[in-house]
């Protein structure tokens, strides 16, 4: 019977022992998004996450005659969409012609429905 390994042992090795260990990491995916809404964020995150064509064998360290066998993720579980801040255009009271772009963290969260105008929460 053989066994599935990318250990491909010379004579040198005769005598030698196979092992094999499962070491159990957790991976954590922080991403961001800008959307009008959390409903609308939770939909963009939903599409996005790790790409699972880059979970291979390339993502372990190859030394000391070590050889990974097999890697792979799998999905547990995930926190809220939580708001972060608001895109605002900051003014430059010292300079009247130069505005920034900047995400604001004190910024209240506003969401606009058919019901509400738009008034921060």
């Known amino acids: 019977m053989k066994i599935d390994t990318n250990i491909y042992p010379m004579k040198e ?3 030698k022992n196979l092992y094999r260990k499962k070491t159990f990491y957790k991976l954590v995916v922080e991403q ?3 959307a009008t809404d959390k409903d609308e964020a939770d939909k963009l995150l939903s599409e996005c996450g790790i790409d699972y064509s880059q979970i291979n064998n390339s993502l372990a360290e ?8 097999m890697v792979d993720a799998d999905y547990r579980d995930s926190g809220d969409t939580e708001y972060m801040g608001k895109v605002i255009i900051e003014e430059d009271e010292d300079e009247p012609t130069y505005d920034e772009v900047i ?3 004190y910024s209240k969260e506003v969401i606009k429905t ?3 105008s738009g008034e921060g929460i």
């Open 13 to 15: 090795d005769i005598g």
């Open 32 to 34: 961001d998004v800008l």
């Open 103 to 105: 995400i604001d963290p």
């Open 62 to 69: 190859t030394k000391n005659g070590v050889e990974t066998y």
């Open 114 to 116: 058919p019901y509400t």
